[in-house]
């Protein structure tokens, strides 16, 4: 490997870079071509050598989806381009409904305009595993990329271009009540923050009584100015518009459309937290479901209260969604969620799906007939306020590892007012206390920052535990 080459790494979900900078074509044909060898190798029995490739609206990523199916089809598979952008589901199911050996999308999701990414999907339409990454990377620039022109492929039909979308559509059909979203009447607001999944609820509620207002859905490579995240301080043009035009909900999805945020009919931001104990709710109580709830360590103690009240088991794992893929492969599960908004479902794909759970919200407010903020009033009645914070901080990664020996030898007494119950330290340092606050310090995968998470019964507390972390952050 020659100085001048770039080093690829895979993070917490595919391989991300800068445009230009170090996601090029070059690069790209170099993590397509060891994508292909090692699937060449490892072939997963059931599945055909057939690869399916998807992209978003980000900058040339038409272009570098088109690129991408080339490598695979010089490599000898079959592959499925779905072309126009679509939501990372919609490609995560192309996968799994194909049988494909996998699937790759080209996405750098919730990041900077500047930024694409490369996001490998498995053939059970779930993230690849962390080992199959590290193979993969194991095999770059083992063999030059070999390429095969795709209108060629196309016409001795090794390649098939098509919209991966109605597949997926009618997939989140046959898992919500349709016919009684079809007639609820429900005003549903859609911010899509220039991402793919713009229009897609018009689509799916094409012809229903239910009335769609799409926000931000014109396709924008710098999205508006923003980085496409699902998050409040994103949300202001929306809220100003919701203000004025009250709906019955808003939803929000990421740039890929996986994750999701939301506001109350009028603008007022809906924390994911407060989505997933929503869902959860509607899960168990409306819809009878059963099985274990999987949520990553930084997801509200709310839902832990509720699974001890419903009576269902609740498995904490480290963050990234595919830690909870992991657990939904194995089954028997009824929720799959995390705090940054991914949220997975049963009989589905094992796969965070931000228009699944926007359909899922809007079959639950035509179940209960009752506003969102009654709702969400309910379940703190039942269960407690809730009030999470979380801040980033920049900290040296050389410090890291001492920084977190440090926090598991020396942990607080107390939160707040409240005793501490447990320390977990294998994603960061965790201290939970005996009332369900808890503070949790853990380090990007990345970059040299260090965040800081924490939730209290009230707002001041949140902050108050966050100053706590901020406080052990110089004591190393």
């Given at each position: ?206 012809g229903t009584s239910c009335r769609v207002t799409t926000l931000n859905a014109q396709h924008d490579p710098f999205f508006g100015g923003i980085n496409p995240e699902p998050i409040p301080k994103n949300y202001t043009k929306s809220a100003a518009f919701l203000k004025k035009h009250p709906h019955d909900l808003c939803l929000v999805t990421d740039g890929d459309a996986d994750r999701v945020g939301g506001m109350d009919g009028r603008g007022n931001p809906l924390s994911t937290h407060q989505i997933i104990c929503l869902l959860l709710r509607h899960l168990r109580a409306n819809r009878g479901g059963a099985g274990r709830v999987v949520i990553a360590l930084t997801t509200t103690s709310m839902v832990k209260k509720m699974c001890a009240s419903l009576g269902l088991e609740c498995v904490e794992t480290g963050v990234g969604f595919k830690y909870i893929c992991a657990e939904m492969l194995k089954g028997d599960v009824l929720l799959g969620a995390e705090e940054s908004g991914g949220i997975g479902f049963p009989g589905h ?128």
């Amino acid at each position: 490997m020659n100085s001048m080459t770039t080093q690829i790494k895979f993070g917490t979900d595919g391989w991300r870079a800068v445009i230009a900078e170090d996601f090029t074509f070059k690069n790209l044909e170099r993590v397509s071509q060891a994508t292909a060898d090692y699937w060449r190798q490892n072939p997963v029995p059931g599945t055909a050598p057939k690869v399916v490739v998807g992209y978003d609206r980000r900058f040339l990523s038409d272009q570098f989806a088109r690129r991408t199916a080339e490598i695979f089809l010089g490599n000898g598979f079959q592959v499925v381009l779905g072309i126009p952008a679509a939501p990372t589901p919609s490609v995560s199911f192309a996968v799994k409904a194909e049988k494909a050996v996998g699937g790759v999308m080209i996405t750098a999701s919730h990041n900077p305009p500047s930024f694409n990414g490369f996001k490998l999907k498995a053939h059970y339409g779930g993230s690849a595993e962390p080992a199959v990454c590290q193979a993969i990377e194991g095999l770059l620039d083992r063999n030059p990329p070999r390429a095969l022109d795709l209108d060629e492929a196309i016409q001795s039909k090794r390649a098939v271009v098509r919209d991966v979308r109605p597949a997926h559509f009618a997939a989140i059909k046959r898992l919500v009540d349709f016919k009684l979203i079809a007639k609820s009447k429900l005003r549903f607001a859609h911010e899509a923050l220039y991402g793919v999944g713009a229009g897609c609820f018009e689509e799916l509620l094409a012809g229903t009584s239910c009335r769609v207002t799409t926000l931000n859905a014109q396709h924008d490579p710098f999205f508006g100015g923003i980085n496409p995240e699902p998050i409040p301080k994103n949300y202001t043009k929306s809220a100003a518009f919701l203000k004025k035009h009250p709906h019955d909900l808003c939803l929000v999805t990421d740039g890929d459309a996986d994750r999701v945020g939301g506001m109350d009919g009028r603008g007022n931001p809906l924390s994911t937290h407060q989505i997933i104990c929503l869902l959860l709710r509607h899960l168990r109580a409306n819809r009878g479901g059963a099985g274990r709830v999987v949520i990553a360590l930084t997801t509200t103690s709310m839902v832990k209260k509720m699974c001890a009240s419903l009576g269902l088991e609740c498995v904490e794992t480290g963050v990234g969604f595919k830690y909870i893929c992991a657990e939904m492969l194995k089954g028997d599960v009824l929720l799959g969620a995390e705090e940054s908004g991914g949220i997975g479902f049963p009989g589905h794909i094992p796969e965070r799906d931000g228009i699944l759970a926007g359909m899922m919200l809007l079959e639950m407010l035509a179940t209960e007939k009752t506003s969102i903020n009654k709702l969400c009033a309910q379940l703190e009645k039942e269960f407690g306020p809730h009030r999470y914070a979380r801040l980033d901080a920049h900290f040296p990664l050389e410090k890291r590892a001492a920084l977190m020996a440090f926090c598991k030898n020396n942990p607080p007494a107390k939160l707040l007012r409240s005793p501490l119950a447990s320390v977990k330290s294998y994603d960061g340092v965790k201290f939970v206390a005996a009332d369900g606050s808890w503070l949790m310090l853990r380090g990007s995968g990345t970059e040299p920052i260090l965040r800081i998470y924490a939730e209290a019964p009230s707002d001041a507390g949140a902050q108050k535990l966050l100053q706590l972390g901020v406080a052990l952050t110089k004591r190393v």
